[in-house]
């Protein structure tokens, strides 16, 4: 699968996407301390809390986030997709803790991460995020408003018209909505961009928040910008899209190599270790194996393709979803499926 600039510039929208497709509802058994409907705030431990999105309700969200409390600070994670979730984090950390905020983190620089930012700008709470995180938005989303996007829609529309395999009618019918949809939300965001960017020189980063400390850390996979947070005094994890529990990741932006040795790392975390990750349920060790399970049928599909002499668009229209993963989310079949074997192609090809 060849991507031309545009399709490039448009990286970001797909998770989004991927979120109106999956609604996550908090962790069965565990009640919300607030609930918003598109999103739900869950205490995991002392001093650290989960924002669950649920895009049934809303597509405020569209991504998880949280709240780590200590004594003497807070710390807010994701800008989510609109204004109005960013608003219920502060909101949130305001009836958690009386302490001040110290910061909000974009753990990336995709939409549905950094499109509520205007709500922290707002209220003069910084923005921390990787320092390639405002320059891409800027290219990616604020450079593409107003933008005529029918050269986007054509090629989409000119393969739907000539194919002739259900599954790939269905597979660009279901692209060409969802991309459609997302170009509105470009149109629609006003963004703010971090006031306070990390070089990757300058990770991992330590916040003190007195009693708990919150680890920045970068980790390319996902996006060129991935940070995690650690919270090391409870074993939790915020991964950012690093993560997707139940679900196939977005891969426009991915290094899925470089992805995948991620994985491998969190695998080697403490077994009790809980995730948060970007999409889906707080999850374990065992959410983490089986993503880098789903990576590697990708990837052996990737190989049996290029042995085959089949191109990266050709093994796209031919990957069957194995019965294991059947029940995971899949955003656009192109950004998740095709892009992660384009990245294949083009990582395996390289000398080593």
Known sequence: MELNRRQFLLAGIAAPALAAQQATPPSPGVAPI???GFAAV???????????ANSSKGAQAASN?????????VLIIEGHMQPEAAAFEIEAARAISRAPIRAAIDT???LDH??????????????????LVGPLMKERYTDLKGVDHSGVFAPIERRLAAATQATDKQHLQSDLVLIRR???SIDAATLAYPTESLSQAALPKTIDLGGLTAVIEFHLGHSPTDLIIRVPERGIVFTGDLLFNHAYGVAIDADMLAWRKVLDRFAGYDRRTLFVPGHGA??????VRDQADLMDDLRAHAEKMMRAGASAEEAES????????????????NWSVGAALASYYSGLKKPA
């Open 34 to 36: 607030m609930d918003r």
């Open 42 to 52: 869950t205490r995991l431990t002392d001093g650290v809390y989960a924002t669950i």
């Open 65 to 73: 986030g949280g709240i780590i409390a200590g004594r003497d600070a």
């Open 108 to 110: 990336h620089f995709h």
């Open 114 to 131: 950094s499109g509520g930012n205007l709500a922290y700008a707002g209220q003069h709470i910084p923005i921390i995020a990787h320092e």
């Open 182 to 184: 997302w170009y509105d």
């Open 282 to 287: 707080a999850c374990g060790i065992e959410n």
């Open 318 to 333: 031919r990957y069957v979803v194995p019965a294991r993963f059947e029940s995971y989310g899949v955003a656009r079949w």
